[in-house]
Antibody, heavy 115, light 113 residues
């Protein structure tokens, strides 16, 4: 079935940086695309980024292009999201999910951007 | 970008009664491989989203058979044949045909009357 566990969320000031991690287990990580999705407080779901199995292709929602970088380490079964120049509107719970079909999801990690 | 529009946004239902959620896309979701990449997700209060349905009508493992998906082209529907208390939450449709970006509907909140 697979399990995903996110970490790294915290309170950060506007303009700051943060790196989120997603640890995968229970499936062959290197065989799957991986995705990040976020949910602002009280709002709906927004796809943020995803990355191909070998890291050769990466895609981003327009609002984070140039600021966020998705990466992976298949040897460590881990997915990452480097977030730079953070803004108040980036405040959200960030989920990682397996594949482009988004199944399953992790429990999420909260990123709060505030001074 | 493909816009996904759900209706209604709020759906009060009586336990044991059916419920139906509509999702419309701004473009046909038929991909060049002939498949239609439309999924449905359930988010119970305080929980992470969980995929229920993929490619319009395929139920994920462990999803009760009271959930069903249908539709084609630009019009899709999620039906719950008999609503149970554990079905309370927000339901989202998502398209994965015209990417990037992958886009979600606004969400439909299902609550018990």
């Amino acid at each position: 079935e697979g399990q995903l566990v996110e970490s790294g969320g915290t309170l950060v000031q506007p303009g700051g940086s943060l790196r989120l991690s997603c640890a995968a287990s229970g499936f062959s990580f290197s065989n799957f695309w991986m995705s990040w999705i976020r949910q602002a407080p009280g709002k709906g779901l927004e796809w943020v980024a995803n990355i191909k199995r070998d890291g050769s292709e990466k895609y981003y929602v327009d609002s984070v292009k140039g600021r966020f970088t998705i990466s992976r380490d298949n040897a460590k079964n881990s997915l990452y999201l480097q977030m730079n120049d953070l803004r108040a509107e980036d405040t959200a719970v960030y989920y990682c999910a397996r594949g482009r079909g988004l199944d399953p999801w992790g429990q999420g990690t909260l990123v709060t951007v505030s001074s | 970008d493909v816009v996904m529009t759900q209706s209604p946004l709020s759906l009060p239902v009586t336990l044991g009664q059916p419920a139906s959620i509509s999702c419309r896309s701004s473009q046909s979701l038929v991909y060049s491989d002939g498949n239609t990449y439309l999924s449905w997700f359930q988010q119970r209060p305080g929980q992470s989203p969980r995929r229920l349905i993929y490619q319009v009508s395929n139920r994920d493992s462990g999803v009760p058979d009271r959930f069903s998906g249908s539709g084609s082209g630009t019009d899709f529907t999620l039906k719950i044949s008999r609503v149970e208390a554990e079905d309370v939450g927000v339901y989202y449709c998502m398209q994965g045909t015209h990417w990037p970006p992958w886009t979600f509907g606004q969400g439909t909140k299902v609550e018990i009357k």
